[in-house]
């Protein structure tokens, strides 16, 4: 039976850069998903009999999630659910299953690389029908709608058993458990050339893939050592825990120190590997090599045709504003355009539609392609160990190739975590209203070209974003760029972002922070960021 409820509007169910998320405690409160997910389906139209897909990266209140979302959607009229077995899906999955079964679209319950558990995160995103997150318009009158609401209608059934696959109904509604790994594997073999994978696995090639005891660690095994002849063990952190085990599923040099270590160390494999809580981010290292995620993309898209799913090339790249200017000059190589978008996934999915770019990235370990609208931690994983069974060359002699050829853009990220949020969005306010000044002026020995506050012009649909970071060149080619995150949950966090290019291949292989020096003491000073937030270091370095 569907009971109708009466309900009152929540503040702040805003959804943000990747969709609403609080902690766990604001989502356990009496109607709080009932609210969001029925406002979500109140700003949709025409989904009458339609497909929905659901899962999550099974951090904890995931499972008690889905049944919500379940009963809702067949209260509202969803011709069938596809739920991932356990309720997991990663993102990529997600993606993937939403466009495989031409799904109307997909609700992700995840906080991403926030950790998790009863005290940590939890989140709900909406993917549109092309397997991408929605976009500004579609979770604007989501928070719009959730602010006027007044009843939600939920059916009284039973919950569903996610632990077996198969076919149930919830109402009128088809409920399919669905094995959570199949259709992502499937396109997976379609892109890359799994047998030259297996080879380079039987000659001896080893690996360590740390899932962080997050979503990927089904999707790993599978594919990597039961498909391609990985080393048994070669997955680590392979079960996915409801508090990840107690860490913070983030790729990075913090969050995954271990993995890192080892591969500096001398009993290093020939390739490190991470993703995060839900399975779109992640890290590449090789042996004695870490790779920015900016690197990555530039050498992605410059060997991308050695995958057979990219190998008539690629149409065009696609960077976020704030990730190295490295791919660009592997697109002007290539002679196609290189976009660059604001931070978020979602402004790729334009581009990708419309066949202007086919590989995708993100200075914050995100990297993805056509094959889906999400980035995607294994396949960037899965194209690195393409590339590496083609040219059978060691990561560190790749990158070094790669910067002989292109130069290196010399790159790091400071990010100011849990600082004040009045004092960040001062800091930004104030820095935004003397940028016209800055031109000319002299910082540190280095001479300001311009200075901006980008703003982007969707090529396809011709929509403008405004205000999605401040930007300072250098006449030395140098940049910095000053945004704040848009997915914290705790007061505010400013990121710094640093970059140098560098032509001489003499000079390639310098410490990142010591080449970088006299950028980030200006980048300090010029905001004053320790008067303003009492910081005088930043909480992470990437
Ligand atoms: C998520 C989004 C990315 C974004 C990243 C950092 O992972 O999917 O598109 O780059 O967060 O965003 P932030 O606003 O915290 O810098
Ligand atoms: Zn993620």
Redesign the pocket.
């Known amino acids: 039976m569907i009971r109708v409820v009466a309900t009152t509007p929540f503040d702040g169910q805003k959804p943000?850069?990747?969709g609403l998320r609080k902690k766990v405690q604001v989502f356990q409160q009496p109607h709080y998903v009932e609210n969001f997910v029925q406002s979500l389906f109140d700003s949709l139209k025409e989904f009458e009999g339609e497909t929905l897909v659901v899962g999550g990266d099974g951090r904890y209140f995931n499972r008690e999630a889905i049944q919500t979302v379940i009963k809702i959607a067949a209260a509202a009229g969803f011709g069938r659910v596809l739920v991932g077995q356990g309720g997991i899906l990663s993102t990529p999955a997600a993606s993937a299953v939403i466009r495989k079964h031409e799904a109307f679209g997909g609700i992700i319950l995840s906080a991403?690389?926030n950790p998790g558990g009863e005290h940590g995160d939890f989140g709900i995103k909406y993917n549109i029908g092309n397997g991408g997150?929605a976009p500004e318009p579609v979770t604007d009158a989501i928070f719009a709608r959730s602010q006027a609401i007044t009843q939600y209608r939920i059916s009284d059934a039973p919950d569903v058993d996610l632990d077996t696959q198969g076919i149930t109904r919830v109402e009128d509604m088809v409920v399919d458990v669905i094995d959570p790994v199949e259709d992502y594997a499937e396109l997976m073999g379609t892109l890359f050339d799994f047998d030259a994978i297996r080879d380079l696995f039987g000659a001896g090639f080893t690996m360590r893939f740390d899932a962080m005891s997050a979503v990927t660690g089904p999707y790993a095994r599978a594919i990597l050592e039961e498909t391609l002849g990985a080393a048994p063990g070669t997955v680590v952190h392979g079960q996915p825990l409801p508090d990840f085990g107690g860490h913070h599923p983030d790729p990075n040099l913090v969050h995954a120190k271990d993995l890192y270590d080892l591969l500096m160390s001398d009993h290093a494999p020939d390739l490190g590997a991470a993703s995060d809580g839900d399975g779109?981010?992640n890290m590449i290292i090789g042996r004695g090599r870490y790779l920015t995620p900016s690197d990555s993309l530039a050498i992605i898209a410059a060997n991308a045709h050695l995958a057979p799913g990219y190998a008539a090339g690629i149409a065009g790249i696609a960077r976020?504003m704030?990730t190295s200017g490295a791919a660009d000059r592997v697109a002007e190589k290539l002679g196609v355009t290189c976009y660059e978008t604001p931070?978020?996934?979602?402004f790729f999915g334009n581009l990708l539609d419309a066949g202007l770019a086919t590989v995708c990235g993100?200075?914050?370990f995100?990297t993805g392609s056509n094959h889906v609208r999400e980035?995607d931690g294994l396949w960037a994983v899965l194209m690195w160990l393409n590339i590496l069974a083609v040219r059978r060359q060691s990561v560190a002699a790749i990158v070094a190739d790669h910067w002989a050829t292109y130069g290196r853009n010399y790159y790091t990220r400071h990010d100011y975590e849990e600082v004040d949020a009045a004092a960040a969005e001062g800091l930004v306010a104030d820095l935004r209203a003397r940028l016209d000044t800055l031109p000319g002026s002299v910082l540190g020995g280095l001479t300001v070209e311009k200075a901006d506050d980008f703003a982007y012009h969707d090529p396809v649909d011709g929509s403008v974003t405004t205000k999605q970071g401040l930007r300072v060149f250098f006449t030395d080619g140098s940049r910095i760029v000053y945004?704040?995150?848009?997915?914290?949950t705790a007061g505010a966090?400013l990121?710094v972002y640093i970059e140098r290019f560098e032509p001489d291949a003499a000079r390639h292989d310098l410490d990142t922070q010591a080449a970088l020096a006299d950028l980030i003491a200006i980048a300090r000073s010029l905001p004053d960021i320790e008067g303003r937030t009492g910081r005088s270091e930043p909480s992470v370095i990437t």
């Open positions: 943000g850069t990747s991403s690389h997150p779109d981010r976020s704030p931070t978020g996934w979602k993100e200075e914050s995100g980035k945004r704040l995150s848009g997915t914290g966090t990121r």
